[in-house]
C-alpha cells in the first residue's frame, strides 16, 4: 500500500475538481474521439474530465486504491476511462496518444530531475502528431526553468498552444488543512 492509497480512502475526492482552464482548454480544442494518457492520474480527476469530452482514457497511476476509485466513477458515468496500476516512469504504453497529461508531478529536485526528463523525452514519442501535451508544475522558477530546458531541446517537434497560471486551492475535509498556491499551465502540440 503506498502513501496515496490512504489518503484516498480518507479523502473521496483529495485534490478535487479538474482546473477551469484546463477544461475549458479541452471544450474548446480537444479531440473528440481521440485517445488519452494521463498518467499520475490518482483518483482520476483530469481522466474523468477527458472522457466527459469524448476521450478514450488510460490513467495509470501507483496508487490501488485511487485506481479503483477512478475505474468506478468512469463505470457509474458510463466513461471510456481505463486504470493501470504502475510505476509511471516504467510503464510502456502499446500504442500513442492524442493527448498526454502530466499533472503535479514533475518536481524537479535534485533525486527526481533525471528520471522526470527522461519521462519527458519518452512521452514525445508516444504523442501523435497535433496532440497535446498537457503539463502543470507549481509556479516557480526553478521549475519552470528546467521545464523551459527541456522544451529548448525538443522545441521543433512542438509548438505552444497555451501558457500561463492557474489559481488552485488544495483542501484536505477530513482534517480542515487548506492551503492556495499557482500552477504554471504548459499546453504543446505535437506538430
Given at each position: ?13 483529495l485534490f ?7 477544461d475549458a ?12 494518457l ?7 480527476r483530469d481522466?474523468l ?5 469524448g476521450?478514450?482514457v488510460t490513467?495509470v497511476?501507483?496508487s ?8 468506478e ?7 471510456n476511462v481505463?486504470?493501470?496500476?504502475a ?7 502499446d500504442?500513442k496518444f492524442d493527448?498526454?497529461?502530466l499533472d ?6 535534485k533525486a527526481e ?12 514519442g508516444?504523442l ?15 521549475k519552470?526553468k528546467?521545464?523551459?530546458l ?10 505552444i498552444?497555451?501558457e500561463?497560471?492557474?489559481d488552485?486551492?488544495y ?11 499557482q500552477?504554471?499551465?504548459?499546453v504543446?502540440?505535437k506538430?
Open positions: 500500500m503506498n502513501s496515496y492509497d490512504d489518503q484516498y480512502s480518507i479523502e473521496d475526492n478535487g475538481q479538474p482546473y477551469v482552464e484546463f482548454f479541452v471544450e474548446e480544442h480537444g479531440k473528440r474521439g481521440g485517445t488519452a494521463d498518467l499520475g492520474c490518482g483518483q482520476g481522466a474530465m477527458l472522457a466527459k469530452h476521450y478514450a490513467g497511476d501507483s490501488e486504491v485511487g485506481i479503483e476509485q477512478m475505474v466513477r468512469a463505470k457509474a458515468a458510463d466513461l481505463a486504470g493501470v496500476v510505476d509511471i516512469y516504467a510503464y510502456q504504453p500504442t493527448a498526454i497529461v503535479s508531478i514533475l518536481h524537479f529536485g530531475k533525471k528520471n522526470e526528463l527522461a519521462l519527458l523525452d519518452k512521452l514525445v508516444y501523435n502528431a497535433d496532440g497535446y501535451f498537457f503539463i502543470f508544475v507549481h509556479k516557480s522558477a526553478s519552470e528546467e521545464l523551459k527541456w522544451l529548448g531541446r525538443v522545441k521543433s517537434e512542438f509548438e498552444a497555451h500561463g497560471y492557474i488552485y486551492t483542501q484536505e475535509t477530513a482534517t480542515d488543512f487548506k492551503s492556495t498556491f500552477y504554471h499551465m504548459l504543446l502540440r506538430t
